[in-house]
């Protein structure tokens, strides 16, 4: 069984995984792409030995859509909520940037792109998450990789804050976009919120809540024992 969960805020994707466990009763459940704890949407998960196992392939080179807040004028040590908050030199100028200056920097994030993937991420560094060796102090060295962004586009702008949608090639780190983002405007920027709102064909208006899947297993457990 493959699940489409639109995962809350303010908890991990290990987190849904033991969720479902408890109320589906199956020991054997995975996900497929971690969503930080600040971050919502949809996380693909898989009950059972089978659908482990076909999440991988399932998933492979998948396209993924987002909605993002970048707060410009600011940066974060991690890039996101959770990490020391800083103003930037030029904080006061975020307030000004114009819509078309904002519009000319996306452009140039459009299509192929090389990106560094940021420090405090699951990428792992001989067999060591990159985020465990930054929580001690040891700065990993992370190369750059080629990333695509199909699509890159303005939904509001209330500065300092700026709201994007992106479609992008599995890989990208939204993350290190909106850190980019800031830096190329020469402010500073990082992400306050984040949603996925698809992974491949798995969309977040098909998807359920962990509250939800509690309730539909509910309702055919209690139609079993009618």
Known sequence: ???NINKSAGITSHDVV????KITGERKVGHGGTLDPFATGVLVIGVGRESTKKLGS???DTEKEYEATIELGKTSTTGDPEGEIQKSANEPTAKSISLEKIEQVLANFRGEI??????????KIKGVPSYKLARKGL???LEKRKVRIDQLEIVKYHPPELQI???VSSGTYIRSLAQDIGKELGVGGYLVKLKRTRVGDYRLMDSVTLEGLQKQFEKSSSKANE
Do not use: D, E, G
Not at 18 to 21: C, D, E, G, P
Not at 114 to 123: D, F, G, M, N, V
């Open 1 to 3: 069984m493959i699940l």
């Open 18 to 21: 033991n969720r479902v466990r």
């Open 58 to 60: 399932l998933l492979k």
């Open 114 to 123: 090389s990106q560094t993937p940021p420090i405090y991420s699951a990428l």
């Open 139 to 141: 700065i990993p060295k």
């Open 165 to 167: 949608r992106a479609t």
